[in-house]
């Protein structure tokens, strides 16, 4: 028998295991928006992650006091895409609320969206109940797309930054911080970035913190994450990523725009 190969069989070989490879689908989606304008791209990005018209959107209007007209304004914008289903996940602080009704909606959607307001209150509302976390966990893990906007951005770190302090030095003893939902646990997140001016409580974060890279990103951007290892940029503005090196004063920064790639180790 002859068991000679030819090159030509080889790169054959390769080339198909190579496209296979390319075939594989991120496990972990997640989309973070910087606020200031939600990013069409992203928006579509998320709405194809989620299935694109067969997508089941929960929407989490969870950071604000007026939930119903957060998720109105959110609602219109998805149903430019004429997704299947656009639901309204109630907090355990409204009047209607069921554990039942909300565990159902977040097992059964294909796509999860917290929108913006003050972060500290929507991780408030999800910890009131002891069953929403790790239900959100759980669907995040098994590979339904996340997003977030602003204050739903912020709240995606392990490390949160809460906006209480001063943030007019860098001093980590003045910027406060809690304990985010964790759908990311290798860097912590800012967002309004630039427009804000929101370097100071980023880098004081970062001296002391377990993460050692902190991404801020600025109105109008959008950071899409696969398996928190690779991200995409998308939007007019800039990402600035800081890497913490030797020391806890030590830093590199670099800006990302449109189309520019981060791989997170």
Known sequence: MNTKISKTAIGFIFGFIFALSGTVQAQEKLILLGGGGYTPEAIAKFVHWAGGKDAKILVLPWATSTPQEEFDDVKEMFSKYSVAQINRGLSPDDKAYLKTDLLFQIDHATGI??????????????????????????????????????????????????????????????????????????????????????????????????????????????????????????????????????SSQNFEMNLLKRGDTILIP
């Open 113 to 246: 969206f917290f929108p913006g307001g003050d972060q500290v209150d929507l991780m408030d509302r999800i910890n009131r109940d002891p069953e929403i976390r790790p239900s959100l966990l759980r669907a995040y893990h098994q590979g339904i797309v996340f997003g977030g906007y602003s204050a739903g951005t912020a709240m995606a770190s392990k490390t949160m930054i809460t906006g209480r302090g001063d943030f007019t030095v860098i001093n980590p003893q003045q910027v406060e911080t809690a304990a985010g939902l964790g759908l990311v646990s290798k860097f912590v997140i800012d967002q309004h970035f630039l427009a804000r001016q929101r370097q100071n409580r980023l880098l004081s974060v970062l001296q002391t913190s377990q993460e050692n890279l902190g991404i801020g990103i600025d109105e109008g951007m959008a950071l899409v994450l696969e398996d928190e290892t690779r991200g995409t940029i998308m939007g007019d503005s800039f990402v600035t990523v800081f890497r913490r090196k030797n």
